[in-house]
């Protein structure tokens, strides 16, 4: 009993690593010629990797977590990786952040997207009706400093959001509360503050770190 108890017991960190990445979903940037935003959607024992844009799949995996070790072995995608091939990551998930290295892996386009990156849990966006009297508080021109101005539009009962000095095209913001915005073609959360009048005086960029814009038109 006492040898049984003591296997179990060596069996729980490879069992929690599993858990942890089961069914769970992160949001991050894949390096490579057009470094895009993508979903990591961790199943069963397979992994989908899309963009989180307009969904469109980049690669499936199957995958394995042991000791701190993702394994990796493409089942088909956008890579040139051999389907043979099997690319070890080290990983560690401390809260709702997902720190990943690269340990070894002959795939050259896999350990370019991954090594050194930063995986933020994702959770669901739903978009909630906003009058439009209320979004028209946040139209105006936002910036962050003289290179980086957001321009904030109002079309069709949707917030636009563009930044041309950005590689930002005009793109919906879609509302989740009467401040809070998703702008989905970078994963990005949005929050507009206002002053004691109910004016929009600034917005709050939440990425890797927080960036604030302040409202100059």
């Avoid at 940037?29 to 989908?48: Q, W």
């Avoid at 793109?171 to 929009?200: H, P, Q, R």
Wanted: glycine share 6%; hydrophobic share 35%; charged share 30%.
């Amino acid at each position: 009993m006492k040898k049984v108890i003591i296997l179990l017991l060596l069996s729980l960190p490879s069992f929690s690593l599993l858990a942890q990445l089961g069914n769970s979903r992160w949001k991050g940037t894949i390096r490579g010629d057009e470094p895009r935003n993508v979903i990591l959607d961790f199943h069963k024992d397979s992994l989908s990797v899309y963009t989180i844009s307009d969904s469109s799949m980049v690669e499936t995996m199957t995958y394995s977590a042991k000791d701190g070790v993702l394994a990796l072995k493409k089942i088909e995608g956008q890579s040139d990786c051999d389907n043979s091939v099997i690319g070890k990551y080290g990983f560690e998930i401390k809260g709702d952040i997902m720190y990943v290295k690269l340990l070894e892996d002959p795939c050259n386009d896999r350990s370019y997207a991954l090594d050194t990156t930063k995986w933020f849990r994702w959770k669901d966006h739903p978009e909630v009706k906003v009058n439009e009297s209320v979004l028209n508080q946040y139209v105006g021109e936002y910036e962050f400093d003289a290179g980086h101005h957001i321009i904030i539009s109002l079309e069709n009962g949707r917030l636009q959001a563009e930044g041309p000095n950005n590689n930002l095209p005009k793109s919906t913001l879609y509302a989740e509360s009467d401040s809070k915005f998703f702008l989905k073609i970078a994963g990005v959360e949005i929050d507009f503050v206002k002053n004691s009048k109910g004016e929009g005086i600034k917005l709050i960029s939440h990425e890797n770190e927080d960036y604030e814009l302040k409202k100059i038109k």
